[in-house]
Nanobody, 115 residues
């Protein structure tokens, strides 16, 4: 069974940085495209970034230049480096592992950007 366990969220001041991690178990990690999503109450889930098994990345325009997605296939881990954080980045961040016919979500981690 595939499990995704996230860590790294918290409270940070505007302009600060955080790094989120998502460790995948029970799967051939390199076969999965990994994504990061942001959930805000009352809004649809936003796609933040994604990275394929071979390392091709995509970051949504709203976060491009500030957020970076990366993965370490040897550690079965995907990261989201979040820099120059803004209050509007606040939300619950979830990781997603996908390959054709399969999708698995992490438990989410709260990021709050506030002074």
């Amino acid at each position: 069974q595939v499990h995704l366990v996230q860590s790294g969220g918290g409270l940070v001041q505007p302009g600060g940085s955080l790094r989120l991690s998502c460790v995948v178990s029970g799967a051939f990690f390199s076969e999965y495209t990994m994504g990061w999503y942001r959930q805000v109450p009352g809004r649809l889930r936003d796609k933040v970034a994604s990275i394929t098994g071979s390392g091709d990345t995509n970051v949504d325009d709203a976060w491009k230049g500030r957020f970076t997605v990366s993965r370490d296939n040897a550690k079965d881990t995907v990261y989201l480096q979040m820099n120059s954080l803004k209050p509007e980045d606040t939300g619950d961040y979830l990781c997603l592992a996908t390959r054709p016919g399969e999708a698995y979500w992490g438990q989410g981690t709260q990021v709050t950007v506030s002074s």
